[in-house]
C-alpha cells in the first residue's frame, strides 16, 4: 500500500481513518448495549462514520485496499478512537471528546472550501446529532446516581491524554488549530460542569502520545483491532465481496 | 372496531364476544381499547412477544460478522440491518404493550426463559456467507410467515408489520446478493456459499413450526384471523419460491428427495428432522446458552446506565434528558 502522501491524502487518510476507527470500535457495541435504544443509536452513529470513511478513503484510492491491506504503522486515526470501548462511560466520555471535536472542525472545514469541504458540508449535521447524544448521556450519567457519576468520571479521565492529539495540525486541512482547540475546550467544559463532573486537570498529552496516531504511532488494542478487521479480506486475496 | 371493554358484570361480557366474533369474521381490525377475549389476548402477548424476542436475539448472529465484513459496503448494509433489526423489537414491543404488558416484564420473561424466541438464532454464523444465507432463507422465511400478518385481526401488530415487512424484503434481497457475489466469486467463495445453504436449509424449514397435524396453536389462531395459513402450507410456498432462486444462484439446496411434482404443481421435499427441532426448542442447540446469557449481560452490565437516566428523569424532568 503505497498512499501518495500529498497534502489531500493526509488530510483525507487522518479524518477516514479517525471516521473508520471509531465507526467499528462502536460497531463492537451491537448486542451488547445497556437498553434497546442505544443498540438503534450506536449502530446510528457507527454507520454516521462508516459512510463518512468511505467518502473520504475514496478521495485517496481504493477504499477496501486502503481499509483492509494496510498495516498499523500506516494508519493515520487519532489514538483517542482506536481506545477500547470500556463501559458505556468509557464509550460516552470517547464520543462527547472527539464529537465535539469532530463538530467544530467540520464547521471550519466545511465553509473553508477545499476538496474536504463537501463531505464535511453533509457530515456537520450527522455529527451534530452525535454531540447531541453524548452531551446527554454526559449529563444522564454525570448527574444520574453516585455509580455513574463516578464511572463517567473515571472515563473522562481514563481518555484525557489522548484529547490533545487531536489538535496537532493536519498538513493540507485549512483550519484554525488553535481557535479549534480553545472551542472545543469551551464546549467540553461547559457539557462537563452542567453533568456535575469536573474536567481533567493533567497534561492533554505526553511524549508517548503527541501527534503520535497521525504518524502511524498507535497503542497496542488497536493492532488486535485491526486483524478482527482485515482477517477475512486478507484470507481472500484479490476476491470481490 | 369501537366497543369499549366492559367495566359491569359478567352478563355483559356474552354481548361484547359477540360483537367481537362478528367483527373478526367482517375483517374489522381489534384496537386495544376493544373488548376482546382473555385467550385472544393472551395469545397475542405471546406471539407478539415471541417475534419481538426474536429480533433482539437475532441481532447476535449477525453482530458477530460486523467487526470482520470483508468490505467497506457490506459492513454498511450489516450494521444497517442489525439496528433495523433493534429497532423492530422496539416495534413489537410497544405493539405489545398496548395489550396491557410492559418492556421490562416481557425481558425479564425472556432472560428467565418463561417466553421463547425463534429457534433459528440457536444456530451459529461460522462464515460470513452465513450472513447471506441468514438474508436469504431466514428473513425470506420471516416474510412467508409475516406477510399475511399484515392482515392480522388485531391492529397494532399488523401495522408493525406492515413496516417490518417492507425493511425485511429489502434485508432478504441483499442477503440474496450477497450469496450472488459469492456464488460467482472465486471457488472458495463459492464453497463457502454453498456450505452455509446447506447448514441454514433445514433449520430455515423449521421457522414454520411443526407439521400442522402437531401444532397447538394453530386452529384457534387462525379461528381468530392472527393466523391466515397453516405453518405446512406457508412452508410450501417457502420450498417452491427458493428452489428457482437457488438454481439462479448457482447453488443446490441438500434435499435429494427435493423434486417438481407435476401433480400438485408444487416441490415434494424431504422429511424435517423433528427430532433436531424439539432438542433445539428444549434449550439443547448448538448457542442456546451463548445467546441468551449475552443478552442478559448487556442487560445487567447495562442496569447501572438505566438507574443513572431514570435518576437523572427524576431529577431534572424526562423532557431534558
Known sequence: MTAVETPLAAAALALGDDALVLSHRLGEWAGHAPVLEEEVALANIALDLLGQARTLLSLVGDEDELAYLREERAFRNAQLVEQPNGDFARTIARQLYFSTYQHLLYEQLATAGGPVAPLAGKAVKEVAYHRDHAEHWTLRLGDGTQDSHARMQRGLDALWRYTGELFEPVAGLPVDWSTLREAWLSAVTGVVERATLTLPSGPQTGAWTAGAGRQGIHTEPFGRMLAEMQHLHRSHPGASW | ?321
Open chain 2, 1 to 321: 372496531m369501537t366497543t369499549m371493554a366492559p367495566d359491569t358484570g359478567a352478563q355483559d361480557t356474552a354481548g361484547y364476544e359477540a360483537a367481537f366474533d362478528a367483527a373478526v369474521a367482517a375483517d374489522e381490525r381489534i384496537e386495544p381499547r376493544d373488548w376482546m377475549p382473555d385467550a385472544y389476548r393472551a395469545t397475542l402477548v405471546r406471539q407478539i412477544a415471541q417475534h419481538a424476542h426474536s429480533e433482539i436475539i437475532g441481532m447476535q448472529p449477525e453482530a458477530n460478522w460486523i467487526t470482520r465484513a470483508p468490505s467497506l459496503r457490506r459492513k454498511a448494509i450489516l450494521i444497517a440491518k442489525v439496528q433495523d433489526e433493534a429497532g423492530h423489537g422496539l416495534y413489537l414491543y410497544s405493539a405489545a404493550e398496548t395489550l396491557g404488558t410492559g418492556r421490562d416484564e416481557l425481558l425479564d420473561k425472556l432472560h428467565s426463559g418463561r417466553q421463547k424466541y425463534s429457534s433459528i438464532f440457536n444456530y451459529p454464523t461460522l462464515t460470513w456467507a452465513d450472513v447471506g444465507a441468514i438474508g436469504w432463507l431466514v428473513d425470506g422465511a420471516a416474510i412467508t410467515n409475516q406477510v399475511p400478518l399484515c392482515r392480522c385481526s388485531y391492529g397494532p401488530y399488523a401495522r408493525a408489520m406492515v413496516r417490518i415487512c417492507k425493511e425485511e424484503s429489502f434485508h432478504q434481497r441483499q442477503g440474496y446478493e450477497l450469496l450472488l457475489a459469492l456464488s460467482r466469486g472465486t471457488e472458495a467463495q463459492h464453497a463457502m456459499a454453498q456450505d452455509a445453504v446447506d447448514r441454514w436449509w433445514w433449520p430455515s424449514l423449521m421457522m414454520f413450526g411443526p407439521p400442522d397435524a402437531e401444532s397447538s396453536h394453530s386452529a384457534q389462531s387462525m379461528a381468530w384471523k392472527i393466523k391466515r395459513h397453516s405453518n405446512d402450507e406457508l412452508r410450501q410456498r417457502f420450498v417452491d419460491i427458493c428452489v428457482p432462486q437457488a438454481a439462479s444462484l448457482g447453488l443446490t439446496l441438500p434435499d435429494p428427495a427435493l423434486r417438481w411434482n407435476e401433480e400438485r404443481g408444487q416441490h415434494d421435499f424431504g422429511p424435517i428432522d423433528w427430532t433436531e427441532f424439539q432438542e433445539v426448542l428444549r434449550g439443547n442447540g448448538p448457542c442456546n446458552d451463548q445467546r441468551i446469557n449475552q443478552r442478559r449481560r448487556a442487560h445487567e452490565e447495562g442496569a447501572w446506565v438505566r438507574e443513572a437516566a431514570a435518576a437523572y428523569a427524576a431529577k431534572h424532568g424526562k423532557a431534558t434528558a
